[in-house]
C-alpha cells in the first residue's frame, strides 16, 4: 500500500495518529509550516529538504561532504510577510552580520522518519528524561506519578489493522508521546524533544499581562517581562533573554506577535546555538489566559563537525546568482529588493542535519497591495562553503 493511499484513509481514525502542522517558529527549518501574513486564514506551506542525506568524507578533508539535495515543497502556499516596511517584521535573533564566524556547528538528527512518519532513532530514554526535568520545574516527582504513551489501544490497533487487509506498516502502531497529568496540568514530550505542557483550566494573569491575538508588541514585551521574572522555574535559563517574534499582518490589517525565551549567555556561536534550538515558549488563548508553554531539548549529540561558513555578502551574491531555495512561486527580482537578512538553523523534526542557512526577507513586487502594504518573501541560502556540500540550489531545478 501507498504512503499517500494509507495517509488518506488514515483520516478516519482518531487525529492523534495523524501528524499535526506545527505552527511556524522563526528558524523551524525546511520541513515546517509557515504562515503568509498576505493570505486568506490557513493558507501555509511545507518545505522539506534532506530526505535523501548521507555524507562522504573526501580524500584529505576532516569534514564529510554534506549531501544537501532535494528539497519538495508543497503546493498549499508559501512562506510571506505582509508588512508597509520590513522594519514591522521583528525577532531577537542574536545574530549580527557584523560577526566574524568563521564556522559553525553541524549536527545529524538522530530521528529519522520513513514515508509514514514511523520513527527510527527516537530515544525513549531521553524522553523519559526530559518528562522528569519538566515535571521537576513544576516540583512534581514523575516517580510518584503515572506515565502514558499514545500508543494505539487494541480496538484501533483491530480497526487500522481489519480497513487494510493486514497491510499495515511496521511500526505504525509504535507511541511516538511520552505523557503525564496532574491536577490543571498535562505535559507530553516527542521523539523530537519538544515538551508541551498544556493548563487547564487556563492560568488567569494579573491585569495588564493577558494579551490575545493581535496585541501590541509593547503589551506582548510587557507579558514577557512578567513571565520572565514570575516563571523564571519553568524557563529554565540561566540568562533569558526575550525574544519577541512577528509583526506580519493578516488580511485585515492586524498584525500578531509570539514570545519566547533562550539563553544569552556565552560566545557568539554558543547563542546562535541556544536561540535556534533551546527556546521556552509560551502561549495565551484569546481570553488572555496562559494556555500553554513549549520547552525544546533536541539532540544535538551527534555533532558532524564544524563547517567553514560563507559570509552574509557572499550569501547575497549566491542569492542574486539564483543559488536558492525558496517556496515563493517568483524568481528573485534582483539585489535592490532584499530587504533582510538573517542566520539560522533549520530545525525541523524531518532534518537529517541540522545545518545553517541565510534567510533573506525579499520584497515581491508582483504582490505590493493598496494600502502600502508589501509582501516579502523567504528566501535561503546555504551558509555551509560551497566545496563541503554535494548540492547548491539553482533557481528552477528543484
Do not use: C
Amino acid at each position: 500500500m501507498k504512503a499517500k493511499d494509507f495517509l488518506e484513509a488514515m483520516n478516519e481514525i482518531d487525529g492523534k495518529y495523524v501528524h499535526e502542522a506545527i505552527g511556524y517558529r522563526k528558524k523551524s527549518g525546511k520541513y515546517l509550516w509557515m504562515k503568509w501574513g498576505g493570505a486568506a486564514a490557513g493558507i501555509a506551506v511545507a518545505i522539506y529538504a534532506g530526505s535523501r542525506i548521507f555524507s562522504w568524507t573526501l580524500p584529505g578533508r576532516e569534514l564529510p561532504i554534506l549531501d544537501n539535495g532535494g528539497i519538495e515543497i508543497g503546493d498549499m502556499g508559501f512562506e510571506g510577510y505582509m508588512a508597509q516596511d520590513i522594519s514591522e517584521i521583528v525577532n531577537g535573533n542574536p545574530w549580527k552580520e557584523t560577526m566574524e564566524l568563521s564556522a559553525l556547528p553541524v549536527y545529524r538528527n538522530p530521528v529519522t522518519y520513513d514515508d509514514y512518519r514511523v520513527a527510527s532513532g527516537d530515544d525513549f530514554g531521553k524522553m523519559r528524561e526530559l518528562l522528569q526535568d519538566v515535571a521537576g520545574r513544576f516540583g512534581l516527582d514523575l516517580n510518584e506519578m503515572t506515565v502514558t504513551d499514545d500508543g494505539p489501544d487494541e480496538k484501533t490497533r483491530e480497526i487500522i489493522t481489519q480497513k487494510f487487509d493486514g497491510d499495515v506498516p511496521e511500526g505504525y502502531f509504535n507511541p511516538t508521546r511520552l505523557m503525564t497529568e496532574t491536577e490543571g496540568m498535562k505535559i507530553e514530550v516527542n521523539q523530537a524533544l519538544t515538551a508541551k505542557i498544556s493548563f487547564n483550566p487556563p492560568i488567569t494573569l494579573p491585569e495588564g499581562y493577558g494579551i490575545t491575538a493581535h496585541a501590541s508588541y509593547e503589551e506582548v514585551a510587557a507579558a514577557a517581562e512578567y513571565l520572565k521574572n514570575e516563571y523564571d522555574h519553568i524557563i529554565g535559563i540561566d540568562n533569558p533573554q526575550i525574544n519577541i517574534y512577528g509583526g506580519n499582518y493578516n488580511i485585515y490589517h492586524q498584525q500578531s506577535y509570539w514570545m519566547e525565551f533562550f539563553d544569552g549567555s556565552g560566545n557568539d556561536v554558543e547563542q546562535i546555538i541556544q536561540y535556534n534550538f533551546y527556546p521556552v515558549a509560551f502561549y495565551q488563548n484569546e481570553e488572555g489566559k496562559l494556555f500553554l508553554a513549549r520547552i525544546y531539548q533536541p539532540d544535538l549529540s551527534q555533532k558532524v563537525g564544524d563547517y567553514p561558513v560563507i559570509t552574509a555578502e557572499r550569501a547575497k551574491e549566491l542569492l542574486i546568482n539564483g543559488n536558492y531555495y525558496t517556496t515563493v512561486p517568483y524568481e528573485m527580482p534582483g539585489a535592490e529588493y532584499v530587504a533582510k537578512t538573517e542566520l539560522i538553523y533549520m530545525t525541523g523534526e524531518r532534518e537529517q542535519y541540522y545545518m545553517p542557512y541565510y534567510h533573506f526577507y525579499i520584497e515581491v513586487p508582483e504582490l505590493e497591495r493598496e494600502g502600502g502594504f508589501k509582501t516579502y518573501g523567504g528566501y535561503y541560502v546555504p551558509a555551509v562553503e560551497g566545496s563541503y556540500l554535494s548540492y547548491m540550489p539553482v533557481w528552477g531545478e528543484y
